[in-house]
Every structure is written in C-alpha cells, then in structure tokens.
C-alpha cells in the first residue's frame, strides 16, 4: 500500500529564527574581518551596519512571499509562481549551486580550523567526507532534529561571540578608531560586497516553508528577527574588534576574531575563539546543506528535474534523494581546498537568485494583484527596486574567476532544463489486452497535481481536506499531497482558509478570468468550481476551460447540467455524498478515470474497507449480489494486490475497490458494510 508522504508542520518561530541565525551567523564574522580591516580599516564598522540595512530590503520582499506562497523552495518557488518557467527554473538553480558551494566552503573552514589547532596531520578530504556524512545523517533524520543540534550549536557560538565583544569593550582603545576610513572612501562599496555573504541566510528560512507552523505569520517575523539580531551582533562584535587591535595588526591575521581574543583574554580567549569558529561552521554547515536538498527537492517536485529528485522518505519524511546528492557535490567542492572561490562561486549564485526574487515581487503585484498577501511592505515598487540593487551592483565586485564558473553553471542549468525527457507517452501504447496491466500502472503513478479550488466554501474545504489528508487508511494509491490553491471571495472565509490549509489564497470573484490568470495557467494542473451554486460552477469551469486549462471538475447537483459540461471537455461530478472522493480518484487515478469514462460522468472508482461482522465476509465475489453495474475492480488484503475473481473470497479487513456510476457504487458499499 502506497502512503502519502509529506513534510512534517513542526518548527515554530523559535526553530524557524535558528534556521535563519544558523546559516547568517556563519564563518563569515570570524574570518573576513580581517580582509576588511586591509581594505577599509575602522570604516569596517559602517560596511556591516550600511550592508545590513541594504540587505534588510531583500529580506522584506521575502517576508512578503513567504507569508503569501508558502512552499517549499524558497526563492525558487516564489519565481515559479510569479515569473516565466526557464527564468523560475534558473532562480531555483542559481540557489541550489550557492547554498551547495556554501556548504562546501563552510566544512572547508570547519577542516581547516580543526587541523590548524587540533589534528595538524589529518587529511583534509577525509575531514570534509566525515563531516558531510554526519550532518547529512542529521537532516536525513528530520529539520526538526538537525534544528536540534544547530541550536546548541547557535547558543554556543552566540554566547561566545557576544561575551567576547562584551567584555572586549572594556579594553578599546580610542586612538585605534581615528581615523574612520585610512584608506579613503573608495573602497567602502567593495568592504560591503565582501561581506555580503555574512547577511546571506534569512532566506533560507523560506526553504523550509511546507515545515513551519503557521508560516503566514512565522515567516516574515522569524526573517525580521534574525536580520535584527544579525545586525546588532555584527557591528557590536566588528566595533570591538576595531576598537580593540588596530586596524592595520589585524589586518594581518586569518583568523581575526581568534586573534582578537587571544590577545584580550589570552588562552581562554583563544580556546573560545576556536570553538565559536567551530560551532559557526557547523550550524551554517548543517541549515545550508537542508536547505539545498529542499531546493533541489522543489526542482524534482516540478518536473524540471527527474520526478526521484523529489522523494521524501517514508518514515522521517525528508528528502534523501536530494541529500545524497547534494552531499555528494559538498564533498567534490569541499575536497578541492580552494576556500576564496568556493565562495566567490556561491556569492555569484546568492547575489544572482535574490536579485530575481525581489523582483519576483513586482511581478507578483502585477500579475496576482488579489493574492491574500499577509505581510506587505510599504512603499511599493521601492523596496524590491532597492533589493534588485542591492543585489545586482555587488555582483560585478567578485572576483572575475566567479564569473566564468557562474557562466558555465548557468549553461550547465539552461541544458537541464531543456533535455528533460517525457517517458510516460508509452503507456498509451499498451495493447487493450493488457488493459488491466495498464490499470494498476497507472494506479502506481505518482503525481503531484497543482489543484486550483474555487470557492472555499464547505464543499471546496471538503475536497482540499481530503486532497491533503494524511493518514486515513482508503487513501490507498497516493504517493505524495497534492498543491493546493483557493479563489475566494469572502473576506472571513479567506482568514479560515489561510489558518486552516497554509495555502495561496486570491481573493476576488473566481467566475472573472483575469484572477484565474492571476493564480498562472502554467501554475493549475487541475480547476475545480466548487461553488454551492450550479450556475456559477459552470460559468467558473467553462471560463477555466476556454482559458486553456487541460483538466477541469465542476461540482454539479442537477444533471441536466451534464451535456453542456460534457461537450466542453469538462469534468462534471454530481454525486454530493461522493463529491470530494469522486474528486480525489479523477486527480489521483486519471489513466484509470479515463479507461472507466469517468469525463463524461457516468462512472467512478471508490473504496472501502469491509468491517467486522460484515455479512458478506467469508462470502465468494460470485455469490454476493452485487449491483449490475458495478464491479469489484481491486481488493487490497494487507499489502498484498488480489486481483477480483469470481471464487475470491472476502474477508475482514480487505479493502475493497468498487467501479461503476456513482449510484450502484453507493448500493454495493451498503451491502458490504451491512452487518450479521
């Protein structure tokens, strides 16, 4: 028996901000200082603030749409939504190559740190092996459990790098804060571009989407507080440091921050210093190495990729698929030891993809204006105009050797992209004799279909519920929840609808095509009117139908509705006690729905379980008076598939297939669950 298998809603505002400040609060503020003071010199202290205040325009367009399309993906998903497919698939894989080189160059510096100060012999590349396959073990077990351990790891490295500047302040020196910029000014915008990697991670907050509670309100506080207390702790840190060395000693050091506290607070301060450093590696380590897989899962999940990409694992309901092969690439990159492009390469894709995603956000203005957006930022177009700056204008600041590998990446993606296969034509090409071979083929299929309901009434909340339902036993064929969208007029309906399904939401008259236009044609696999009213639902699926969307189901009561659906290529369901089944058999069973002629209404494929003291248990199929029109098509015993014959017997506990119209399906259930 197949299970839907879906991500697990269990990170809070808590774990989600430790997402953020585990990947932020990186290597970053323990080795580029040191760069910087070259550069810059005290003016290195206005490079954080000034940098972290640019940042904070990107971090409010992912507030944004994080809170309005709450998938898993990211930045990825938000493009695919908002902009053409190539220019959604590219985003989705400039992020993948930064957040996988990031991870590379982050158990690069780990490795390097641990050989310089605790095992001067060990080999590199075993380091970065062991260290990739340990924490890829964390995430294979759950984002929460990696969480888990990032958080300590966090809190270490918090307390350390706070209680160094804290007690470092005591010990500035004025004379090495004057003066502010030795250098000139000149190099103040090429001091930000180098320590722009340092603000990079509130975005990967957004990555886990599909596993935090509540994301229409989570998100965009847990990005706000991690960009605050990113802040904060940079420039205090970087203050004390400047205040404390001057400039051109500490422009000397590799390890600035291990300096600076070896020569505070001698070997204790050293000691400290290494182990922050350590923690700080790890925590990013482990959040960036989640988030790619995440990426590459989102890739997989829309076809772009190989359909396996997009696997989660049945028990701990996370990516492996994509883990492996993100750790795999990790372990290339992190073998080669080339620390400063490694993350010149990940800068490039970082600077790339949030450039597109702010933009995504006049996109989205534009195209999807009665999205239900919880979190907006003011002053619109301004901001994600100022987050398409500040991305973009630092890109040209990296090193040229970023741009060639960028290039070539880029091209490698475009090839992806364009060379995926279509293997499942043949199917239609089985032999009628095999009919029944190509019925459980296709029962097997797994596919994740993009469901746009309209009108979230009860009828519209009944088939999104039984769409994402989880663990009930009859859910028998389905190997992952379907993508759930509503077009909702009512304003309190639309808040029931956001705290109950964590799904996009438009808000506006679903019978008009401009907001169907709005949700994107290449967004909807399948339609839905689900309106209480007969007549709306026609006018809403026949709009649907004419706007070129291939699969359309109205929800009809009266049947004289069921030519007019029907010449239209429409799917009419009219049964009300089977509505949302009937619904969920058509999207998860399409081959089998069109070998039973369920397009034109007359049929469906139900099941249910046969209960204790069933009249019909014990009883051959032969000998039960099953309604005329309808056959027992499956019977499921256990994990084990029986094909129905005359002489099977039934038995408690079978699950039991039924196809034929609606009404005899209805009768041959009541038989079956007719009781001694």
């Known amino acids: 028996m197949s299970k839907q298998i879906t991500f697990k809603r269990n990170i809070g505002l808590f774990m989600?901000?430790?997402?953020?400040?585990?990947?932020?609060?990186?290597?970053?503020?323990?080795?580029?200082?040191?760069?910087?003071?070259?550069?810059?010199?005290?003016?290195?202290?206005?490079?954080?603030?000034?940098?972290?205040?640019?940042?904070?325009?990107?971090?409010?367009?992912?507030?944004?749409?994080?809170?309005?399309?709450?998938?898993?993906?990211?930045?990825?998903?938000?493009?695919?939504?908002?902009?053409?497919?190539?220019?959604?698939?590219?985003?989705?894989?400039?992020?993948?190559?930064?957040?996988t080189v990031a991870c590379a160059m982050y158990a690069l510096i780990f490795a390097l740190t641990i050989?310089?100060?605790?095992?001067?012999?060990?080999?590199?590349?075993?380091?970065?092996?062991?260290?990739?396959?340990?924490?890829?073990?964390?995430?294979?077990?759950?984002?929460?459990?990696?969480?888990?351990?990032?958080?300590?790891?966090?809190?270490?490295?918090?307390?350390?790098?706070?209680?160094?500047?804290?007690?470092?302040?005591?010990?500035?020196?004025?004379?090495?804060?004057?003066?502010?910029?030795?250098?000139?000014?000149?190099?103040?915008?090429?001091?930000?571009?180098?320590?722009?990697?340092?603000?990079?991670?509130?975005?990967?907050?957004?990555?886990?989407?599909?596993?935090?509670?509540?994301?229409?309100?989570?998100?965009?506080?847990?990005?706000?507080?991690?960009?605050?207390?990113?802040?904060?702790?940079?420039?205090?840190?970087?203050?004390?440091?400047?205040?404390?060395?001057?400039h051109s000693v500490l422009a000397k050091s590799d390890v600035p921050f291990i300096f600076t506290a070896d020569r505070l607070f001698g070997v204790w301060g050293r000691w400290a210093g290494i182990v922050a450093t350590i923690m700080a590696s790890l925590s990013a380590f482990s959040v960036t190495l989640g988030a790619s897989a995440r990426i590459l899962y989102?890739?997989?999940?829309?076809?772009?990729?190989?359909?396996?990409?997009?696997?989660?694992?049945?028990?701990?309901?996370?990516?492996?698929?994509?883990?492996?092969?993100?750790?795999?690439?990790?372990?290339a990159f992190g073998s080669s030891g080339i620390v400063k492009l490694v993350a010149s390469v990940s800068d490039f894709g970082y600077l790339m993809g949030q450039g597109i995603v702010c933009f995504s956000v006049i996109a989205l203005h534009k195209k999807m204006p009665n999205l239900r957006r919880p979190f907006k930022v003011l002053f619109f177009p301004c901001v994600p105009i100022c987050g398409m700056l500040a991305c973009w204008l630092f890109v040209p600041a990296l090193e040229f050797r970023s741009f060639i590998l960028g290039g070539i990446l880029?091209?490698?993606?475009?090839?992806?992209?364009?060379?995926?296969?279509?293997?499942r034509a043949r199917l239609n090409k089985l032999p009628k004799a095999f009919a029944w071979v190509k019925m459980w083929i296709l029962l097997r299929r797994r596919k994740k279909m993009r469901v746009l309901?309209?009108?979230?009434?009860?009828?519209?909340?009944?088939?999104?519920?039984?769409?994402?339902?989880?663990d009930e036993y009859w859910l028998l064929f389905r190997s992952s929840e379907h993508q759930i969208t509503f077009i909702e007029e009512d304003e309190t309906l639309c808040k029931e609808l956001e705290q109950r399904f964590n799904a996009p939401i438009y808000q506006g008259d679903g019978t008009k095509k401009e907001l169907i236009e709005q949700v994107g044609l290449d967004n909807i696999d399948v339609a839905i009117a689900s309106s209480e009213d007969d007549g709306r639902n026609v006018i809403v699926a026949l709009q649907a139908k004419r706007l070129g969307i291939q699969q359309v189901i109205a929800i009809v009561q009266d049947p004289d509705y069921l030519p007019l659906l029907d010449e239209?290529?429409?799917?009419?369901?009219?049964?009300?006690?089977?509505?949302?089944?009937?619904?969920?058999?058509?999207?998860?069973?399409?081959?089998?729905?069109?070998?039973?002629?369920?397009?034109?209404?007359?049929?469906?494929?139900?099941?249910?379980v046969v209960p204790e003291k069933a009249k019909v248990a014990g009883n051959?199929?032969?000998?039960?008076?099953?309604?005329?029109?309808?056959?027992?098509?499956?019977?499921?015993?256990?994990?084990?598939?029986?094909?129905?014959?005359?002489?099977?017997e039934i038995k408690v506990g079978d699950h039991v297939v039924f196809v034929g119209p609606a009404t005899d399906i209805k009768e041959a259930q009541d038989l079956f669950m007719l009781k001694e």
């Open 453 to 470: 309901i309209i009108n979230g009434g009860r009828q519209g909340q009944n088939i999104a519920k039984r769409l994402l339902a989880r």
């Open 620 to 648: 051959l199929i032969q000998n039960i008076d099953i309604p005329k029109n309808c056959v027992v098509a499956a019977v499921i015993r256990g994990k084990k598939f029986v094909v129905p014959r005359g002489e099977t």
């Open 410 to 423: 880029t091209v490698a993606g475009a090839g992806v992209y364009l060379i995926r296969p279509a293997n």
């Open 298 to 331: 989102a890739l997989g999940r829309d076809g772009h990729l190989p359909l396996f990409f997009a696997r989660l694992h049945k028990r701990f309901r996370t990516p492996h698929v994509a883990l492996l092969i993100c750790g795999a690439i990790v372990i």
């Open 568 to 608: 239209s290529g429409v799917v009419a369901i009219s049964a009300p006690w089977a509505t949302a089944a009937m619904v969920e058999n058509y999207l998860d069973r399409p081959g089998v729905a069109e070998l039973f002629e369920i397009s034109s209404g007359v049929a469906s494929l139900v099941g249910m």
């Open 16 to 99: 989600a901000v430790m997402i953020g400040i585990g990947a932020m609060m990186g290597p970053g503020i323990f080795a580029l200082p040191g760069e910087l003071a070259h550069m810059v010199g005290p003016l290195g202290i206005f490079a954080y603030l000034v940098m972290g205040l640019v940042t904070m325009f990107t971090a409010l367009n992912y507030s944004e749409l994080g809170a309005a399309i709450p998938l898993a993906g990211g930045g990825y998903s938000f493009t695919s939504r908002t902009l053409p497919k190539p220019v959604a698939f590219l985003t989705g894989w400039f992020f993948w190559i930064g957040n």
């Open 115 to 246: 050989r310089a100060y605790f095992l001067p012999t060990i080999n590199l590349v075993l380091l970065v092996c062991v260290t990739t396959v340990v924490f890829a073990g964390i995430n294979f077990w759950g984002m929460s459990q990696a969480l888990k351990v990032i958080t300590i790891m966090n809190l270490v490295e918090l307390a350390i790098l706070i209680g160094v500047a804290a007690l470092g302040t005591f010990q500035i020196e004025p004379e090495n804060l004057s003066p502010v910029a030795p250098m000139g000014y000149s190099p103040f915008i090429p001091g930000m571009a180098l320590i722009y990697i340092s603000y990079v991670g509130f975005d990967l907050i957004t990555v886990a989407a599909e596993e935090i509670i509540a994301p229409a309100k989570t998100i965009p506080r847990a990005i706000l507080i991690t960009m605050g207390v990113g802040i904060v702790i940079y420039v205090f840190v970087i203050f004390t440091m400047m205040g404390s060395v001057n």
